[in-house]
Every structure is written in C-alpha cells, then in structure tokens.
C-alpha cells in the first residue's frame, strides 16, 4: 500500500500570509495527486488534480507542484474563505489519503 | 448538473451488515470512463477510499477491507449499493458517494451519511 503523509497536521496563518502544505508519498506515484478542501460539516471539494491542475472555479491562488514523492500545495494569499481542512490523495495504486492539515485563524 | 445522494440506516448494530445506496443523476455509469466510488470518514479523521465501481462493472476495493465490502450497480435505476459486513464500532463514520470521470480523483461528491455503529 501507498502511504500519504501530510505536514504540517495544523497551520496557523493569518489573512494574507502565504501557506504550503506537503505531501509525500512511501513510493513514487508519478503526478497522480489530487488535493480536496473540506469545511466542517461539508463534503470535499477538489482543488488541484494531476499534481498541479486547477480544478475550473478554483481561484488560482491555490497551486500545486511537485512529482514523485514529495508534493506542495500552495495558497499565496490565505483569503478567510480558506480557513479549512485539506488533504492530499495518490491515485497511482488504488487510492490514499493523507492525514489531512488543518488552516486555522493565527 | 451531477448530483449524487447517499441513503441508507442511520445506526447500525455490531456485527451487522450495512447497506447504503447511492442515487446519483446528470450522468450514466454506462459511458465509457465513469466511475462511483465510495470514501468514509470517521469524526474528526481523515478520509478513507472503500471502493470504485466502473462503467464496464470491473471493480476495485480497498486491501485492507476487501473481505467485507461488496459494490454494485444498477444502471436502471442510477443506483450503486455498498454492502459492508459485521460492521463494529470503528466502522462509524460519514460514508459519501462520488463520481468520477477525467482520472482516478472525486469529481463531485453527495452530502454523505453518517453511519454510527453501537448496540
């Protein structure tokens, strides 16, 4: 099995700070990763697919990088909107989430 | 407009088995290249993928929980059925439907159910 592990598991930001969350994998998996954002209570939404394509009606200070093993997700102007939980998944081999990061209000 | 809806009990007891369904509209789970999968997740955890059913009937189910999980389709009806068996405590959770098309990522998801597990 793939193994997803995410850092940090919480992030304080503050409005406006630039945010990266990382992902990396127990083996390569190519660029088959997605990020979703998940508010409480709510469903997922993707964001990013194939590492770093804008899902349509994404802002696009949401982008994502990175191959193989390690993998970023990066909002460069944290907007309130943001504040919420975001998890990354391969879908190279069968399918993985990771543990998730949460975005809290610094 | 895709829309899937997850139904199904609302607590279950140990050692049962669950079935839930997944009534979706605004595509067919017979053109070629879609798929509906199922992901949970406990209270406060992560998400966990379960199974994908796919639009020739092939099917994919997580190693870990292969032995109890079945996935089907009705195409008829738009319909997908998880059934898992001798359910346990752990196994409570939000349990959401999705679909999926351009690669093996959920395109769009239901609301979810959430499924507690207790006597």
């Known amino acids: 099995d793939i193994q997803m592990t995410q850092s940090p598991s919480t992030l304080s930001a503050s409005v406006g700070d630039r945010v990266t969350i990382t992902c990396r994998a127990s083996?390569?998996?190519?660029?088959?990763l997605a990020w979703y954002q998940q508010k409480p209570g709510k469903a997922p939404k993707v964001l990013i697919y194939?590492?770093?394509s804008l899902e349509s009606g994404v802002p696009s200070r949401f982008s994502g990088s990175g191959s193989g093993t390690e993998f970023t997700l990066t909002i460069t102007s944290l907007q309130p909107d943001d504040f919420a939980t975001y998890y990354c998944?391969?879908?190279?081999?069968?399918?993985?989430f990771g543990q998730g990061t949460k975005v809290e209000i610094k | 407009q895709i829309t899937l809806k997850e139904s199904g009990p609302t607590l279950v007891k140990p050692t049962q088995t669950l079935i839930l369904t997944c009534t979706f509209s605004?595509?067919?789970?017979?053109?070629?290249?879609?798929?509906v999968g199922w992901i949970r997740q406990p209270p406060g955890k992560a998400l966990e993928w379960l199974a994908v059913?796919?639009?020739?009937?092939?099917?994919r189910y997580s190693p870990s929980l292969k032995s109890r999980l079945t996935i089907t389709k009705d195409t008829s009806k738009n319909q997908v059925v998880l059934t898992m068996t001798n359910m346990d405590p752990v196994d409570t959770a939000s349990y959401f439907c999705?679909?999926?098309?351009?690669?093996?990522?959920?395109?769009?998801w239901g609301q979810g159910t959430l499924v507690t597990v207790s006597s």
């Open positions: 605004g595509f067919s789970l017979t053109t070629r290249g879609v798929r």
């Open positions: 998944q391969q879908y190279s081999s069968y399918w993985t």
């Open positions: 083996q390569s998996i190519s660029s088959w």
């Open positions: 194939k590492t770093s």
């Open positions: 999705v679909y999926m098309m351009r690669d093996n990522f959920a395109d769009h």
């Open positions: 059913i796919y639009w020739d009937y092939d099917k």
